[in-house]
């Protein structure tokens, strides 16, 4: 089966419209989902293990106690905004 003009042109405007459909669910939830990742333990889990590997491979802090601290400070300055 040979695609025509015609059913080229159909197939662009339903992938248009699902994209435009895609994009009005992504604005419609986005806040729901920045919150409901942000009360996430997992995600306060994975930025503690992020923060915490940051500090060890980028700033020289020799007490431990004082990386600890200095990861939950970097933790503690992040927003999860919503664009």
């Known amino acids: 089966m040979t695609s025509t003009p015609q059913m080229t042109q159909t197939n662009q405007d339903l992938s248009d419209l699902t994209t435009k459909s895609l994009r009005l669910l992504c ?4 806040r729901d989902f920045a919150k409901f990742a ?6 306060t889990a994975l930025l503690h293990d992020l923060a915490s590997e940051f500090v060890d ?5 020799v007490e431990e106690d004082n990386q600890v601290d200095l990861a939950f400070m ?5 927003d999860v905004v919503v664009r």
């Open 27 to 30: 604005d419609g939830f986005k």
């Open 38 to 43: 942000y009360e996430d333990e997992r995600m």
């Open 57 to 61: 491979n980028n700033i020289p802090v």
């Open 74 to 78: 970097l933790m503690e300055s992040i």
